[in-house]
């Protein structure tokens, strides 16, 4: 498995690179946690984000809650094809709260 990496770009987007499953979703919870902006939108870029699991869709879905009450999303910004498959599958490309961003992954 490869590990997982949340970390506030220079553009004040939040990268999470790696996987995220069960095992680290909690980890993940708490990265966003600690760097999400106070106001305006979260932007994730998930170009480096090759695995994504029901625990990591879940802490997204509890972490939007309080987001969109205040008016704000979380922009998911160039998800790869497969997590792409994954956010539209369980329908959070429709959800209340979610953008997600029709940019490609940089190619590798």
């Given at each position: 498995?490869t590990?997982?990496?949340?970390?506030?770009?220079?553009?004040?987007r939040?990268?999470?690179?790696?996987e995220?499953?069960l095992a680290n979703?909690?980890e993940l919870l708490a990265?966003?946690?600690?760097?999400?902006?106070?106001?305006?939108?979260?932007?994730?870029d998930?170009s480096?984000?090759?695995?994504?699991d029901?625990?990591?869709?879940?802490?997204?879905?509890n972490?939007?809650?309080?987001l969109?009450e205040?008016?704000r999303?979380f922009v998911?910004?160039?998800?790869q094809?497969?997590v792409?498959?994954?956010l539209?599958?369980v329908?959070?490309?429709?959800?209340?709260?979610?953008i997600?961003?029709?940019?490609?992954?940089p190619?590798?």
């Amino acid at each position: 498995m490869t590990d997982l990496r949340v970390e506030r770009m220079v553009d004040g987007r939040i990268g999470v690179t790696g996987e995220v499953d069960l095992a680290n979703a909690d980890e993940l919870l708490a990265a966003l946690q600690a760097l999400m902006p106070a106001s305006g939108d979260v932007i994730l870029d998930l170009s480096g984000l090759e695995y994504l699991d029901s625990s990591g869709i879940r802490v997204l879905v509890n972490l939007v809650r309080p987001l969109s009450e205040s008016g704000r999303s979380f922009v998911l910004t160039s998800p790869q094809p497969n997590v792409r498959r994954v956010l539209e599958i369980v329908g959070l490309d429709r959800a209340p709260g979610f953008i997600l961003d029709a940019h490609e992954p940089p190619p590798s």
